[in-house]
């Protein structure tokens, strides 16, 4: 058997990257977002509009930011404009076309933990919290959401719902009145998952080079649905692996 040129997180990123079109408006959030955004600037979609949480719109660093303050964000845009308009105006309005978010924790119907672990008033672990993500998840045209998987961070029902996905199922979206889409696809180190066209429920529609169906099984928490044709995720390619690498490197 021969073995891979990537890492499990290398192959997750690059995935990710190819799910963002050239054109796109993209609300990124910081960490495996940032660097899969930024590497689908640099190789298929060099006209990919990242727009960050602290009011930078078109940026385009040349490393990766450490944080939404990161002065290269400021220093690369096309314009910087306040918070309030970044929220107001552009996002709230559905002027975005993809918010791209990790999550410490996710559900069956894509809801998402930033939060805490273990009960809100005495928990195991105080999580980052919520940041921008509420309004990403409600208000983007479509969400995906990078994270790596795990059956403590894929979960029947989460600790606490930072940003609400797709709610218990159908219809709770628009029951809720969240103009977005929601969570349009779920890319983890084992492969992809989307939700089902009628119950919105996850289901695992692609594995990476190397995984089996039963390994995204065991480290998912509930009893996940699989695809008929399920997909088999395409190799990173030599230029994808180089600009992944000459970033994080650089970070």
Request: proline share 6%; aromatic share 6%; with cysteine.
């Amino acid at each position: 058997m021969t073995t891979p040129t990537w890492t499990s997180d290398e192959i997750m990123t690059v995935t990710a990257a190819r799910s963002l079109g050239d054109g796109m408006a993209c609300f990124v959030g910081i960490g495996l977002p940032s660097t899969a955004a930024n590497v689908a600037c640099r190789t298929h979609a060099p006209g990919l509009w990242m727009i960050y949480e602290s009011g930078t719109l078109g940026a385009s660093p040349d490393h990766l930011p450490l944080s939404i303050g990161d002065g290269i964000l400021a220093d690369t845009a096309d314009t910087v404009v306040s918070v309030p308009e970044v929220f107001n105006y552009w996002l709230q309005a559905g002027r975005i076309d993809v918010g791209f978010l990790g999550a410490a924790q996710i559900d069956r119907y894509g809801n998402i933990n930033t939060t805490v672990i273990g009960d809100y008033d005495d928990p195991k672990v105080r999580l980052p919290g919520a940041g921008g993500a509420p309004e990403i998840a409600a208000s983007c045209r479509e969400v995906i959401v990078i994270m790596r998987h795990s059956s403590r961070a894929f979960v029947d029902k989460v600790d606490f719902v930072t940003s609400v996905g797709h709610g218990s199922g159908a219809g709770d979206r628009d029951r809720l009145g969240l103009t977005g889409a929601g969570p349009a696809r779920v890319i983890t180190d084992l492969g992809v998952l989307e939700p089902d066209p009628d119950s919105r429920e996850l289901t695992l529609v692609g594995v990476h080079p190397g995984v089996d169906v039963d390994d995204v099984r065991a480290a998912t928490g509930w009893d996940l649905r699989v695809a008929d044709g399920l997909q088999r995720t395409p190799a990173p390619t030599g230029t994808e692996l180089s600009v992944l690498r000459s970033l994080t490197e650089a970070g």
